[in-house]
C-alpha cells in the first residue's frame, strides 16, 4: 500500500469519526430538546392542564407528568436495547428519533383542561410516556454507536460528544423559550407561546432524520452479523446470568443513581429553586441558567479526555463526593445571591407555626379535591407553601387553635370547618391576608428584586453545580459500554442507565418539592440528593471496577 493511499484511508476514517460523532450527537441533542422543553415550561403547563387544582398541587403534579416520562424510561431501555442488540444500532435510534419529536409536537397542539376537562392531562401524560419510551431507547443506541466507531484509547473523548448533548438540547431549549419569552412578551407568551417551542420541533426532527440515515451500521455489530453471532436472546444473557447482572446491579449504584441525582441537582433542581422558591422571574432564571451551562459545557470532554488518561472511576465518584459535601451550602449561598431580601427576613423574622399535628394535612393533594382551608394550620402552611416561605413547626396540645409567629408579630388562625363553603373561601382568603400582611411588614418579598440580584456569584454557584455534572457525566457512557460484551452491550447498559437516570434522577424535583412541602424546610429537599450521592460514592470504592484500558471490539 503506497503512502498516498495509507493516508487517503487515514482521512476517510477520521472524517467518518467525525460524521458518527456530529450525526448522533445533533439526533441525541434533539431528544433532549424535546424531552427537557417540558420541565422548563413545567409553571405554564401547570396552569393549563393542572388547572383544576390548588397551585402548590398543580406544580408538582406538573412535574409528576414530567417525572412519568422517567418512569418509563427502563422500559424503553428493556424493549430498544433488546431491539438494537438483535437488528442493530442504526435503525433502533431511528425509530426512537420519530417518536420522541412527534410526540413533542403534538404537546404544542393539545387543548388544555378548561377545553377537554380531564382527558387533557391525561393526553399529556401519555405523550409523555411515550416520550420516554423513545428516550430509553436512544442513549444507549448513541453511546453504544459512538463507542464502537471510537479507538480504544479515545474511547472517553469520544463518547462525551454524546454526554455533551444532554446539557446541550437544554441549554438549546433554554435559548428558544427564552428567544420566545423576550419576543412576545411574558403575557403572550403565558397565554399561547410556550406551545411554540413545541411546534417547531417537527422542523428539528425532519433534519435529524435526514442526518442520520446518512449513517451506516457500527462496524462491531456489523462484524457480529456478519459471523452470525448476534444474541438470540439478549434480556435472559444480561439479566438472567449472574456473572452479568452483578455488573448491571454494581454500574447502578455504583455510579447511576449518583451521577443521576447530581445530574438533576446540578440543572432541573437549580432553575426550579430559582424560580419557584426563591421566587426569581422565569426570565432571567433562564439567562443565569443558560449561562452556567455555557461555561460549563466544555468541561463534559475535558473529563472524557481526562478518563482515557487516569480511569474514569474516580472522577465520577469524586463528583458525586463534592456534591454530597457541598450542595446544603452551595444552595444556601444561591438564595442568598438571588433573593437576599428573603434570606434576611428568614433570619430577621423567622416564620414558626405552632399547632396540633392532627389538623394539619401533607400539602399535596394529586386529584384535587383538598382546598387546604378547614383547619387554621393548612390555611396557614398552604400560603407559606406557595410563596417558598421557610417555617418551623412547633406541636400544640389537641384543642388549641393554631399560631403563626412570624418573627416578634403572632397570628391565630381559628379552624373554619363548621362554616358554610363560601363563608369558609373568604375567611380562609381573609386569614391568607392578614399573613401576607405580616410577612411583607417583616420583609419577605412577593418576588425577588431583579436589581438585588448578585448576578456573577449566582453564575458561579450554577457553574460549579454544572461542574459536578460534567464530572459525573462526561466519563460514565465510556464506563458503561466497556462494562460489557458486544452482543448484549446496548440492552445491559440502557437499562441500569436509565433506572438510574429515569427514577433516582427523574424524581428528584417531584420528591425534593414534596419532602419541602411537608417539612415547611425549602433546603429540605436537598437531603434526597445527597443521601444518593452519598450511598453511591461507597458502593463505588468497594465494587465498581475502572475500565479505561478494555478493549470492546470483541
Not at 409523555?128 to 431507547?137: E, H, V
Not at 423574622?349 to 382551608?373: E, M, N, R, S
Not at 418551623?392 to 387553635?401: D, H, K, L, R, Y
Not at 437516570?501 to 420528591?511: A, I, S
Request: glycine share 10%; charged share 15%; hydrophobic share 50%.
Amino acid at each position: 500500500m503506497t503512502e498516498e493511499s495509507t493516508l487517503a484511508k487515514h482521512h476517510q476514517a477520521t472524517q467518518n469519526e467525525k460524521l458518527v460523532i456530529a450525526a448522533s450527537s445533533l439526533g441525541t441533542v434533539f431528544e433532549w430538546y424535546d424531552f427537557y422543553l417540558y420541565g422548563l415550561l413545567a409553571t405554564f403547563i401547570s396552569k393549563v392542564f393542572f388547572a383544576g387544582v390548588n397551585e402548590t398541587t398543580g406544580f408538582i403534579l406538573a412535574l409528576g407528568a414530567f417525572a412519568a416520562g422517567f418512569a418509563v424510561r427502563p422500559f424503553g431501555a428493556i424493549v430498544f436495547g433488546r431491539i438494537g442488540d438483535m437488528v442493530g444500532r442504526k435503525n433502533t435510534f431511528l425509530v426512537t428519533m420519530g417518536i420522541m419529536g412527534l410526540s413533542t409536537f403534538v404537546v404544542g397542539l393539545l387543548p388544555g383542561y378548561e377545553a377537554w376537562g380531564i382527558a387533557s392531562p391525561a393526553i399529556l401524560v401519555v405523550l409523555r410516556l411515550l416520550q420516554g419510551l423513545a428516550l430509553g431507547g436512544e442513549y444507549g443506541g448513541a453511546a453504544t454507536y459512538v463507542a464502537e466507531h471510537a479507538p480504544n484509547n479515545k474511547r472517553g473523548l469520544y463518547t462525551s460528544f454524546i454526554q455533551i448533548t444532554a446539557t446541550f438540547g437544554l441549554f438549546a431549549a433554554l435559548l428558544v423559550v427564552l428567544g420566545f419569552r423576550t419576543w412576545l412578551g411574558e403575557e403572550a407568551f403565558a397565554a399561547w407561546g410556550w406551545r411554540l417551542p413545541f411546534l417547531i420541533s417537527i422542523i428539528l426532527l425532519g433534519v435529524s432524520m435526514w442526518i442520520r440515515m446518512q449513517l451506516s451500521e457500527s462496524p462491531v455489530f456489523q462484524k457480529m452479523k456478519d459471523e452470525g453471532t448476534t444474541s438470540k436472546a439478549p434480556l435472559t444473557e444480561a439479566f438472567g446470568r449472574w456473572a452479568n447482572l452483578k455488573f448491571v446491579l454494581i454500574c447502578l449504584f455504583g455510579a447511576g443513581m449518583g451521577q443521576a441525582v447530581v445530574w438533576y441537582g446540578g440543572q432541573f433542581y437549580a432553575q426550579f429553586f430559582l424560580e419557584k422558591t426563591m421566587k426569581v422571574d422565569g426570565a432571567t432564571t433562564n439567562v443565569l441558567i443558560a449561562t452556567a451551562l455555557l461555561l460549563g459545557m466544555p468541561f463534559f470532554v475535558f473529563w472524557g479526555w481526562l478518563s482515557d488518561k487516569i480511569g474514569r472511576k474516580f472522577i465520577i465518584l469524586g463528583g458525586c463526593a463534592l456534591a454530597a459535601l457541598t450542595y446544603f451550602p452551595a444552595f444556601h449561598a444561591l438564595a442568598g445571591a438571588t433573593n437576599p431580601a428573603l434570606v434576611a427576613a428568614q433570619a430577621s423574622a423567622p416564620v414558626t407555626v405552632h399547632a396540633d399535628p392532627a389538623t394539619c394535612a401533607f400539602q399535596f393533594d394529586p386529584i384535587g379535591k383538598q382546598t387546604f382551608d378547614r383547619t387554621g394550620c393548612d390555611v396557614a402552611k398552604s400560603w407559606l407553601a406557595r410563596n417558598g416561605i421557610n417555617y418551623v413547626n412547633v406541636e400544640v396540645p389537641a384543642g388549641t387553635s393554631t399560631k403563626v409567629s412570624v418573627g416578634a408579630n403572632e397570628l391565630i388562625f381559628r379552624d373554619l370547618g363548621g362554616d358554610p363553603a363560601q363563608t369558609i373561601a373568604a375567611l380562609a382568603k381573609s386569614d391568607q391576608e392578614r399573613l401576607k400582611a405580616v410577612a411583607v411588614a417583616a420583609g419577605y418579598p412577593a418576588k425577588a428584586d431583579k436589581a438585588a440580584i448578585n448576578k456573577p456569584l449566582a453564575i458561579a454557584i450554577l457553574f460549579y453545580l454544572v461542574l459536578l455534572v460534567t464530572m459525573v457525566y462526561g466519563p460514565i457512557a465510556a464506563m458503561l459500554v466497556e462494562l460489557f460484551p458486544s452482543r448484549i452491550r446496548y440492552t445491559s447498559m440502557s437499562l441500569p442507565y436509565h433506572i438510574a437516570n429515569g427514577w433516582f434522577g427523574g424524581f428528584l424535583p417531584t420528591t425534593a418539592f414534596a419532602m419541602v412541602a411537608a417539612r415547611g424546610d425549602i433546603y429540605f429537599g436537598l437531603w434526597y440528593p445527597v443521601i444518593i450521592a452519598a450511598i453511591t460514592v461507597v458502593i463505588g470504592l468497594l465494587f465498581l471496577p475502572e475500565t479505561f484500558k478494555r478493549n470492546i471490539d470483541d
